[in-house]
């Protein structure tokens, strides 16, 4: 199984403030999946990245692939309360594709 | 009902007691799994159904035991579990995982909170 470490582990910020999480292997992914856990809730998947080097917006969210699969980043921009939860990523294990492999997340809190 | 959902939320059990976690999915889906998950480490997959035949038990102890009757409910049998089994424990489906990863979304319920004694 191929292995995810994201970083940093927690993060606090400022409403409006930006923040970047980061997720990386020292394996070759063929694709990566970021997922957003609320409080309470199960993962919900945010977006898929695919081709190396693909930069994906999703409102104030902005995800990116490097250009040799091995990481992805996540950006928020002027971070609001709602983005707060645990974000995760995951990718395809070695054998089966529709495995998931995921990392252990970065609990983001976003005050007021 | 929509999506996937869990029952109980939460569950405080001993040692000798002998319990269940009921998961359900309204979506249609063909395969449905079990997660652990523990605090500061990565989701576990523990066991994968499709179409009502198990798939995958990724070594999972048999004080875990699955139970898929139907493509719509799967449960997960307890007993005799250890103080390190506690863990919120999430359900999730999808609709074919034969079609692969980029083709699969998987659909989590909220997990059930499992506290051992």
């Known amino acids: 199984t191929q292995l995810l470490e994201q970083s940093p582990q927690f993060l606090s910020i400022q409403e409006g403030e930006n923040l970047t999480v980061y997720c990386n292997s020292s394996?070759?992914?063929?694709?990566l999946q970021w997922y957003r856990q609320e409080p309470g809730e199960g993962p919900v998947l945010l977006v898929t990245?695919?081709?190396?080097?693909e930069v994906k917006k999703l409102k104030r969210l902005t995800f990116q692939f490097g250009d040799a699969r091995k990481d992805s980043s996540l950006h928020i921009t002027a971070a609001q309360p709602g983005d707060t939860g645990l974000y995760l990523c995951?990718?395809?294990?070695?054998?089966?594709?529709?495995?998931?492999?995921f990392g252990a997340g970065t609990t983001v809190t976003v005050r007021a | 009902e929509t999506g996937v959902t869990q029952t109980p939320r939460h569950l405080v059990m001993g040692m000798t007691n002998k319990k269940s976690l009921k998961c359900e999915q309204h979506?249609?889906?063909?395969?449905m799994y079990w997660y652990k998950q523990s605090a500061k480490k990565p989701l576990e997959l523990m066991f994968v159904?499709?179409?009502?035949?198990?798939?995958e038990n990724n070594s999972v102890p048999s004080r875990f035991s699955p139970e898929c009757p139907n493509s719509s409910h799967l449960f997960l049998h307890l007993h005799t579990l250890q103080p390190e089994d506690s863990a919120l424990y999430l359900c999730?489906?999808?609709?074919?995982?034969?079609?692969?990863?980029?083709?699969?979304?998987?659909?989590f319920g909220p997990g059930t909170r499992l506290l051992v004694l």
């Open positions: 999730a489906s999808s609709q074919d995982p034969q079609q692969g990863f980029l083709q699969e979304t998987q659909y």
């Open positions: 394996s070759v992914f063929s694709s």
């Open positions: 990245v695919v081709t190396g080097g």
């Open positions: 995951a990718g395809p294990a070695v054998s089966n594709d529709y495995k998931l492999s």
């Open positions: 979506l249609g889906h063909n395969a």
């Open positions: 159904y499709s179409l009502e035949e198990r798939v």
